[in-house]
């Protein structure tokens, strides 16, 4: 009995120890030995202070690219900033294309008078082939000529430093230098200037079909460049030489200039092209492609947009 006292004993001190009664009182025991529960007294909340009401800061609107006084396309000149990029007296990318596309852009008629646009400009690629006329002052650099110069948009400007930026070919930046300081302009790195869209002019010149690489029956892909007028395309549709189709099908924009054509039928030549420029106006280059076309091979159309 002397040790079942001792045992209870030592239980009853247990629970006195716990915290908060936790142990109960074990079956065995008299309720003598076992604590009264203590108990429990949620702890008091804080209050919670109310919330003091914020105003935020207002933010300037910004105007549309395709607004007002800020549309790319209204003719007057706009602010932005330039840079270059590839050789100094280059075409910008060194496989003198870009992400519209377009081939050669080093010889005529583009002449390496080439630039990036950020996406107002690139506009998702339908601003490629697009030309705007560019000018620096003397007061963004000693060098500037301020006399005006003419690019055509053949690549898209990922990192824009400024609302606008033209990334030029170095044969752009530095024609916009006086006389002998090309090189001394080129060194200024970046610089601010001024643009407003022209009308692109190629003399001599039609709306002309490049078939692109990997073209078959069933995967037609096209570049259409020298326009005139725009110079870019808003839609390309399409016309094979299966009569019993005889009906204008629409094609998609793969990306930059090139426009495409994925079908389960074969597509047969010759195909007839219809192009919509961004201001609406259409032409209809009919039967351009032959039936016995190829792949990289260049077709040119006897029609051309008004200046």
Known sequence: ?????????????????????????????PA???????PYTPAPVPATPTPRPVTPTPVPATPSPGS????VDAGGWLDARATWYGAPDGAGPLDNGGACGFKNVNLPPFNAMTSCGNEPIF?????????????????????????????????????????YHFDLSGTAFGAMAKDGRNEELRHAGIIDMQFKRVPCQYPGLSVTFHVEKGSN?????????????????????????????????????S?????????????????????????????????????????????????????
């Not at 003598?32 to 203590?38: Q, R, S, Y």
């Not at 620096?136 to 948009?153: D, L, M, N």
Request: proline letters at 6%; a negative charge; charged letters at 20%.
């Open 1 to 29: 009995m002397a040790a079942a006292s001792s045992y209870a004993t030592a239980v009853a001190l247990l629970c006195l120890l716990a915290a908060d009664g936790c142990c109960g009182c074990p079956w065995f025991l």
């Open 217 to 253: 029956p069933n995967y037609l892909a096209i570049l259409v460049e020298y326009g005139n007028g725009d110079g870019d395309v808003a839609q390309v549709d399409l016309m094979d030489g299966d009569e019993a189709t005889g009906a204008w099908a629409p094609m998609r924009q």
């Open 68 to 71: 007002g006084s800020t549309n």
């Open 123 to 163: 506009k998702d690629g339908k601003g490629c082939g697009s030309c705007y006329q560019i000018r620096c002052v003397g007061k963004a650099h000693p060098a500037c000529s301020g006399v005006p110069e003419t690019v055509i948009i053949t690549d898209m400007k990922y990192y824009p430093v400024a609302r």
């Open 255 to 307: 990306w930059g200039s090139i426009w495409r054509m994925d079908t389960r039928r074969q597509l047969r030549g010759p195909f007839s092209l219809r192009v919509t420029n961004g201001s609406g106006r259409s032409l209809v280059a009919d039967q351009v492609i032959p039936a016995d076309w190829k792949p990289e091979a260049v077709y040119s159309s006897d029609v051309q947009f008004d200046g």
């Open 32 to 38: 003598a030995f076992c604590p009264a529960p203590t």
